[in-house]
């Protein structure tokens, strides 16, 4: 006896708990409210208080393993004397009996069974069960325990058994959770964790431990007075609460890690949230998301598809290092709603949905756009800053220059130079001349040189603040803009571009993105997202890009969405970079944005590398790839959602305005001759369109100014087709050669003005291939 107060006065309560035994990790969850994933630097474990902690669990728990637990002072002498005389006999070693034994055990002191050890934690366990009150050792006991499939605390089993909070648990279920106290290898139905190597862990024999288990528990219950005899028999009447089968191991496999680095980095790097790095890391965080589980994965899979189709890296060494990147902002909220980051989180580290140095060619030009109808183009006579008052109203009729290869120009008409002093000469995709050519169809063709010389016009600042007011951040534009940075020379991310395109959608109204909706610390909730907008655009100007990005799609580059989404209202732009390194497709509903990307880099050589051959295509475009997947994904995505509609766009005030004399002078005089006239090469050709319909208040139009061969005449097998002039050669030249001829309009004495006109007796308009 004097031996023992001696200990007693000796031993002391730790000050900690063991680090394992308050561990926790962080659970994500969808936005539906569903689970997503348990990950963090602790144990699976959430922590939750003695009142979230459902009655039927307590009662379960003290009738099975302890009944004396809230008269006793914390230890069974009986108990630790018949597991002594055991170990001392050489038998089985025993574990101690009372929960708040087992409490100690778990977070104190190891799991090894010696006599030292349970000395220990007989006389910590005395004073413990002094020091604390009854609920809080129960609570903790129930919050350390282990209870199988990775899972510790009741929280976390509750989801790992029944997929449902510890609170939502039945009588019944909470007597199988009690039954996994008592060796839950041996108790879970699907079988223990070393069931491949131990029989005795065998899923048909755990099946019968765990009903036994589970009917003894009920059995105690009416014992110790918690149910009645015939609430028992009603219970076990409904049959045993078989759990679910187990799901895999929680992985960050596939979308599922991008998501939580996503998710973590809108927590830390969100002014209004308040969490450190540590206090992440520690865990024991419900966090809400704003990822919709059907969307992910439909990107997921189309992408999939279009990879498994097209792509044959084993036979094809330009489909090696090929990788995609998107992601999905809602307009008028920034939520993110989804991203594909790569093939998995697991292989792939580094989220192709956020910065990859991918540049995105002509999916910038909206931008451009932007700042030219919200400020307007430099006065060529004024000075070089002038105020939106001092400058010249711009409209999608605005015409500039559009032929390939012309000098760049500073705002008031002279030759741009670059740092060694030479011009600087822009070519337009494959070369093609468009001649004179408005904004508009500018960017229906994707033609390069009005908007680099437009945003020269505008000043390249107003495009940065353009890029920027939309939700382009400031890593994804230039400090310092060079006059490419209007092609689209910058990298910013696939998030960024889909939030820019989805301020035009929500008509200029600017949100930022946000991932999480709320953290929650058991009950309290710790952080809320507080949405917010501000005006980045008027709306007219917004809506204004909407309806020629429109253009776009049902007769421009991005034609081939249009094929797909059939008639639900879609914008968007295609974009190809310099030498096929990148291609993207960037675009809107009134619902959803959504920003697609294509492009190769090997991990080992840092760079990008051409896509000429890849998928067995002599080029790939924006208009490709990537707006097949755009426009797959996100038909799935806005299954059995209204199409809405885009706002009307504003009526064109601005005056007409032809910019850098880029109109030819009209005459009524005869047209130049043959040999003077300034028409493409039959080689060149623009983006296919079904039509194309010149202003009726454009005195110079695409095909010509008034009455010099605009109306088609009935044709012939070699005179031009449907729009190749009179039939007899008439007085006016055809605009185009129509699709089965190889010839415009022959004879006559006046040249037509149009893009397409060809010369009077040579081979005119489109070739029959174009």
Request: glycine share 12%; hydrophobic share 30%; charged share 25%.
């Amino acid at each position: 006896m004097g031996l023992a107060g001696i200990a007693y006065a000796m031993v002391e309560v730790p000050d900690n708990a063991k680090i394992d035994a308050t561990s926790q990790s962080n659970v994500y969850y969808w936005a539906g409210g569903e689970r997503m994933v348990e990950h963090g630097t602790g144990k699976n474990r959430q922590i939750i208080t003695f009142d979230e902690i459902p009655d039927e669990m307590k009662e379960a728990v003290v009738a099975g393993e302890n009944e004396t637990f809230y008269e006793d002072s914390g230890i069974s002498p009986w108990g630790i004397a018949r597991a002594a005389f055991r170990m001392a006999m050489g038998g089985d070693t025993q574990s101690g009996s009372t929960i708040t034994q087992q409490y100690v055990k778990n977070t104190y002191l190891n799991q090894d069974q010696t006599l030292s050890r349970k000395a220990k934690e007989l006389l910590i366990s005395i004073k413990v069960d002094a020091r604390l009150e009854k609920r809080e050792i129960l609570a903790g006991y129930l919050n350390t325990a282990y209870y199988g499939r990775g899972a510790y605390g009741i929280q976390a089993a509750s989801h790992a058994y029944y997929q449902k909070d510890a609170k939502e648990l039945t009588r019944s279920e909470a007597a199988f959770m009690a039954a996994l106290l008592n060796g839950p290898n041996l108790h879970d139905p699907a079988g223990g964790e070393a069931q491949s190597i131990s029989a005795a862990q065998a899923p048909e024999k755990n099946k019968v431990r765990a009903k036994d288990r589970w009917g003894y528990i009920l059995t105690r219950e009416v014992e110790t007075k918690k149910i009645s005899a015939a609430k028992r028999k009603e219970i076990t009447a409904k049959g045993f609460p078989t759990p679910e089968e187990p799901e895999r191991s929680s992985s960050l496999g596939g979308q599922i890690g991008y998501l939580v680095d996503l998710a973590n980095n809108d927590i830390l790097n969100n002014p209004e949230s308040h969490l450190t790095k540590k206090e992440l890391d520690d865990g024991g965080y419900e966090i809400h998301t704003t990822f919709k589980k059907d969307k992910v994965e439909a990107l997921e899979k189309t992408i999939k598809k279009v990879r498994k189709d097209n792509l044959k890296p084993k036979d094809r060494k330009q489909d090696k290092f090929v990788q995609f990147g998107g992601a999905s902002v809602r307009p008028g909220d920034g939520a993110i709603v989804a991203v594909y980051g790569g093939t998995s989180a697991t292989e792939h580290f580094r989220s192709n949905a956020g910065r990859t140095g991918a540049g995105v060619g002509s999916t910038f030009k909206p931008y451009v756009m932007a700042a030219a109808l919200e400020h307007g183009v430099r006065d060529p006579e004024g000075a070089p800053d002038q105020t939106d008052g001092e400058r010249i109203a711009v409209s999608p009729k605005t015409r500039y220059n559009g032929d390939s290869k012309i000098k760049l120009l500073t705002y008031d008409g002279e030759t741009w130079l670059n740092g060694d002093g030479e011009p600087q000469y822009t070519p337009n995709e494959g070369d093609t001349d468009y001649e004179e050519i408005t904004l508009r169809e500018a960017m229906r063709v994707s033609a390069n040189t009005p908007f680099i010389q437009l945003g020269m016009d505008v000043g390249l600042d107003e495009v940065k603040e353009s890029a920027l007011a939309a939700g382009v951040s400031e890593r994804g534009v230039m400090k310092n803009p060079v006059p490419a940075f209007a092609l689209g020379i910058t990298s910013p991310t696939a998030v960024e571009m889909a939030n820019g395109y989805a301020t035009f959608a929500n008509s200029g109204l600017h949100n930022d993105t946000y991932a999480v909706t709320e953290v929650k610390d058991g009950s309290k909730r710790v952080y809320k997202h507080n949405a917010s907008q501000d005006r980045a655009f008027d709306p007219s100007t917004a809506d204004t890009v909407t309806d020629m990005l429109v253009d776009v799609v049902q007769e421009g580059t991005g034609y081939k969405v249009a094929d797909i989404m059939g008639d639900r209202p879609v914008a968007g732009k295609t974009g190809t970079t310099d030498d096929n390194k990148q291609a993207w497709f960037t675009g809107y509903t009134p619902q959803l944005s959504t920003s697609i990307g294509m492009w190769r880099n090997d991990p080992e050589n840092p760079g990008f590398l051409s896509m000429y051959k890849t998928a067995g295509e002599s080029t790939i475009h924006g208009g490709a790839f990537p707006a097949e997947i755009w426009a797959t994904y996100m038909s799935e995505a806005l299954d059995g959602v209204e199409p809405g509609a885009f706002p009307e766009p504003p009526p064109v005030t601005a005056e007409d305005y032809c910019a850098h004399d880029a109109c030819p002078t009209e005459s009524p005089e005869p047209s130049p001759s043959p040999s003077e006239s300034a028409s493409p090469s039959p080689s060149e050709s623009v983006s296919p369109s079904p039509s194309i319909t010149p202003s009726p208040t454009d005195t110079c139009g695409f095909f010509g100014c008034s009455d010099q061969g605009n109306t088609a005449g009935p044709g012939g097998a070699e005179n031009g087709g449907t729009n190749g002039g009179t039939a007899d050669g008439g007085t006016d030249q055809g605009t185009t050669g129509g699709p089965g001829g190889t010839q415009g309009g022959t004879g006559g004495d006046d040249s037509g003005g149009g893009i397409f006109g060809g010369p009077q007796t040579d081979t005119g308009g489109r070739t029959e291939e174009d």
